[in-house]
């Protein structure tokens, strides 16, 4: 048992390049209001322009970007916490403790715990990085583990 409290050591969100397309989105829905909005006669037509824009706005730009806003990781000195979903549906909090491995491939951060399916970081900035910090705190905390076993067991 650790007598340190816990200390978040950073949170990390998504690529900002996920919303590029969102965004082109939300122009576009912009470009088909003030492009066509003097040029249609008819009330019906005007009606679908503004129908088809906002549904371009909402499913296009607004949702995607409350998702990006909603997801999150964190990292501490104790256990790393991912948290998704547009109403944080999806967390799932792992103990540095009990990850066996941690592994990068192709920008994802993979914590195997034995026992239980392993937690996939995706889209986080400088994977290998984040990787490798993390792999730092799974040998902190293993060490700390060890000496207070070691320790505790000889009493």
């Known amino acids: 048992m650790s007598f340190e409290s816990e200390i978040l050591l950073g949170r990390f969100r998504a690529r900002g390049s996920r919303l590029l397309i969102p965004?082109?989105?939300?122009?576009?829905?912009?470009?088909?209001?003030?492009?066509?909005?003097?040029?249609?006669?008819?009330?019906?037509?005007?009606?679908?322009?503004?129908?088809?824009?906002?549904?371009?706005?909402?499913?296009?730009?607004?949702?995607?970007?409350?998702?990006?806003?909603?997801t999150w990781t964190d990292v501490t000195t104790a256990r790393v916490v991912s948290r998704s979903g547009l109403w944080g549906q999806r967390y799932r909090s792992v103990s540095l403790a009990s990850v066996e491995r941690v592994e990068t491939a192709a920008g994802v951060i993979s914590l195997y715990i034995p026992g239980e399916e392993?937690?996939?970081?995706?889209?986080?900035?400088?994977?290998?990085?984040?990787?490798?910090?993390?792999?730092?705190?799974?040998?902190?905390?293993?060490?700390?583990?060890?000496?207070?076993?070691?320790?505790?067991?000889g009493l």
Do not use: C, H
Request: hydrophobic share 55%; aromatic share 10%; no cysteine.
């Open 118 to 153: 392993a937690l996939e970081l995706r889209g986080l900035p400088k994977a290998k990085l984040i990787s490798q910090e993390i792999s730092n705190l799974v040998a902190k905390n293993a060490a700390n583990k060890t000496f207070s076993n070691s320790v505790l067991g």
């Open 23 to 70: 965004t082109l989105l939300l122009g576009l829905a912009a470009f088909l209001l003030s492009f066509l909005y003097g040029r249609l006669t008819e009330q019906w037509q005007l009606i679908a322009l503004y129908v088809v824009a906002g549904l371009i706005a909402l499913f296009g730009f607004l949702i995607p970007l409350l998702r990006y806003v909603t």
